[in-house]
């Protein structure tokens, strides 16, 4: 089972994004109460939707870098080609100037679309983190395991039995859960977090442990049931569980919709990385052939990635993988749609153009930078062409201090003798 998050993940970095997109999340949960619908599966399938139209200005930019990227491969392929073997300084940075002048002649950046993979994964990772633990941001979700949580709290060593509970289901959590030693303030969110995270057995093992409390567990089970109900599965459950009770108890029907969870998520990722633009790989087998090779292998190897996690994490982390992934593909139609009418040649002028304004606000700057780069690229290159005029200077520095020399000083009478020595060695 996966990892249980106790609370509101309260990272330093994602912890924020993760609670701004709880709130976004448990404002769209009380709209749809506000019509009669009280159901975590659709939330999340509406949520994923507005977060990837929010994100759809990132993947405009991703999918227009990708176009120029193609482009753009035949020219950087030649110059890898003709670099290729050369490791020294002078051919390095011969070869760093004219990649930079071809993503200048673009007007693209190196890092091309790095930046908005950068600002996406902070938002992909928080958004896991609100799908595991749907009650610590969804207050309304949260409400309807609250009375059983007072009441598993007004029990007689409800901590020994929770505890013990935790263990003998293997639920995962981190920290560690020992109610025992827990400040008494967290006990309550915690209890909701641990029921949030209990299958359809360990719903019975529950009434078990605390028996007292068999009316309040079975009305919240049927709550929580409707409102973690998508085509018949419990969003909590992990398909493999689902398959496997049902199995055993002849529901066929639940076993083979339970399998289809991870099965859409594989076909929907394959054809969602099908439909992105790819780029051309290297007919010279140089590095971006070996990259272009390294990204064949992601494409095949993510889907079945997503493949065997569904079948391990709960169904609701599932269908937000699938959401995502049908929603990217309608986004990649009319993309690809978009890219074949336009005219790669005006996005290279506009793109220039920005480049230009940007370079007229650094002004000098930019110029002190490209005379440094160009006085930094001649040091490089010319200490062997001035070995030659160093020695002929040498010798006239030399021929100079001869001709100084004082009659009768040490430097004369070294001349003396170099000139006598040189005399004995032409006889």
Sequence with gaps: MSEMLLTAYDGVFLGPVARLLGLLMNGIYYLMTLIGI?????????FTIVIYILLFPLTYKQQK?????????????????????????????????????VYDK???????????????????????RVFVNVPAYVTGVKGNFTALAQGIMGTSGFEEKMTKLVEELRIMTSPVVDFAVED?????NMIVDVLYKLNSAGWDTLKETFPALTDVISSTYETVSH????????ISDTPWQIMTTNFQSGQFLMVIGAAFIPVISYLTQVLNIKMMPQA???????????????????????????????FTVPVGLGIYWIAGAVVRI??????????????????????????????????????????????KTRQIAEPEKKSAAQRELELEKAAAAKAKAKAG?????ANMVREFNEKNSRK
């Excluded at 010279?284 to 052939?289: L, R, V």
């Design 280 to 310: 051309a790989a290297s007919a010279s087998g140089d590095g971006s052939d070996t990259m272009a090779q390294q990204m064949k292998m992601m494409n095949k190897t993510m889907p079945l990635f997503s493949l065997v996690m569904c």
């Design 227 to 234: 409102v973690n109900n998508f085509l018949g599965l419990n």
């Design 65 to 101: 870098f990708s176009k120029l990227s193609q482009k753009m491969q035949p020219e950087l392929t030649a110059i890898n080609k003709k670099y290729q073997g050369k490791k020294d300084p002078t051919s390095a940075m011969a070869m760093r100037e004219e990649t930079q002048a």
């Design 184 to 188: 008494a303030g967290r006990i309550p």
């Design 330 to 375: 309608v986004q990649q139609f009319f993309l690809n749609k978009h890219f074949e009418k336009v005219d790669l040649e005006d996005i290279i002028k506009k793109n220039q153009e920005k480049i230009k304004k940007k370079r007229e606000k650094m002004g000098i700057a930019e110029n002190q930078i490209s005379n440094a780069a160009r006085i």
């Design 38 to 46: 009280e159901n975590v599966g659709l939330s999340i399938i509406i």
């Design 409 to 413: 000083s040490m430097a004369a009478k």
């Design 106 to 128: 673009y007007g693209v950046s190196m890092t091309g679309s790095c930046v908005q993979m950068l600002i996406q994964m902070p938002l992909l990772l928080a958004l896991y």
